[in-house]
């Protein structure tokens, strides 16, 4: 299995300030065939299943605030909320679906300062 | 809009069964641009893929649980099922069900809210 680690576990952050996690996979998930990264962004609330924010590394899934961004190659990946809003207040997980199974990392919490 | 919504027994007793539905709206789970999951996720903890159907009713499941999960389709009803035998309170979890877009990328699109299962005596 393809392990995905986080850092850090947790971000306290000003709101309109930038928030920065990062994930890193313990093997490459970049598909030389395509050029293409298998790794997706997800935002959890409280509560709540998660929710789709980015797919292939850098795609912001439809109606997803362009303050998401994410970014990265190989092994190593930023997601970056550009400046924090109270709604994004959440925990965020990396997935990589280069290889079955599919597999998470143990999630960021991201809270307000 | 594709909707999904897990259902099943909140309790299950160690050694039993665990047996939940996704009943799948809005859209066929015979389309072949979707796959169809389930994930589980214990209490204050990280998200584990427990398996997935094909729309040929093929299947994957993740090595960990493979020997005790069963993933299968009901076509008439548009929904997926997910069998998880001998228990025990590591199974735990909010179990959710989610849809896997097979032709644009492969990341979970769309998830059920998810339901408790607890394994208790």
Same mark, same amino acid.
């Given at each position: 299995?393809?392990?995905?680690? %986080?850092?850090p576990d947790s971000l306290t952050v000003s709101l309109g300030e930038?928030?920065?996690?990062?994930?890193?996979?313990? %093997?490459?998930? *970049?598909?030389?065939?395509?050029?293409?990264?298998?790794?997706? $962004?997800?935002? %959890?609330?409280?509560?709540q299943p998660p929710k *789709?924010?980015?797919? $292939?590394?850098?795609?912001?899934?439809?109606?997803?605030?362009?303050?998401?961004?994410g970014s990265g190659s190989g092994t190593d990946f930023t997601l970056t909320i550009s400046s924090l809003q109270?709604?994004?207040?959440a925990v965020y997980y990396c997935q990589q679906y280069y290889s079955t199974p599919p597999t998470f990392g143990q999630g960021t919490k991201v809270e307000i300062k | 809009q594709v909707q999904l919504q897990e259902s099943g027994p909140g309790l299950v007793k160690p050694s039993q069964t665990l047996s939940l539905t996704c009943t799948v709206s809005g859209g066929s789970i015979s389309s #072949?641009?979707?796959?169809?999951?389930w994930i589980r996720?214990?209490? #204050?903890? #990280?998200?584990e893929w427990i398996g997935r159907m094909y729309t040929n009713g093929n299947t994957n499941y993740n090595p960990s649980l493979k020997s005790r999960v069963t993933i299968s389709g009901d076509t008439s009803k548009n929904q997926f099922s997910l069998k998880l035998?001998?228990?025990?309170a590591a199974d735990t979890a909010v179990y959710y069900c989610a849809r896997e877009m097979a032709?644009?990328?492969y990341a979970f699109d769309i998830w059920g809210q998810g339901t408790m299962v607890t394994a208790s005596s």
């Amino acid at each position: 299995d393809i392990v995905m680690t %986080q850092s850090p576990d947790s971000l306290t952050v000003s709101l309109g300030e930038r928030a920065t996690i990062n994930c890193k996979s313990n %093997q490459s998930v *970049l598909y030389s065939s395509n050029n293409k990264n298998y790794l997706a $962004w997800y935002q %959890q609330n409280p509560g709540q299943p998660p929710k *789709l924010l980015i797919y $292939w590394a850098s795609t912001r899934e439809s109606g997803v605030p362009d303050r998401f961004s994410g970014s990265g190659s190989g092994t190593d990946f930023t997601l970056t909320i550009s400046s924090l809003q109270a709604e994004d207040v959440a925990v965020y997980y990396c997935q990589q679906y280069y290889s079955t199974p599919p597999t998470f990392g143990q999630g960021t919490k991201v809270e307000i300062k | 809009q594709v909707q999904l919504q897990e259902s099943g027994p909140g309790l299950v007793k160690p050694s039993q069964t665990l047996s939940l539905t996704c009943t799948v709206s809005g859209g066929s789970i015979s389309s #072949g641009t979707y796959y169809w999951s389930w994930i589980r996720q214990p209490a #204050g903890k #990280g998200l584990e893929w427990i398996g997935r159907m094909y729309t040929n009713g093929n299947t994957n499941y993740n090595p960990s649980l493979k020997s005790r999960v069963t993933i299968s389709g009901d076509t008439s009803k548009n929904q997926f099922s997910l069998k998880l035998s001998s228990v025990t309170a590591a199974d735990t979890a909010v179990y959710y069900c989610a849809r896997e877009m097979a032709t644009i990328s492969y990341a979970f699109d769309i998830w059920g809210q998810g339901t408790m299962v607890t394994a208790s005596s």
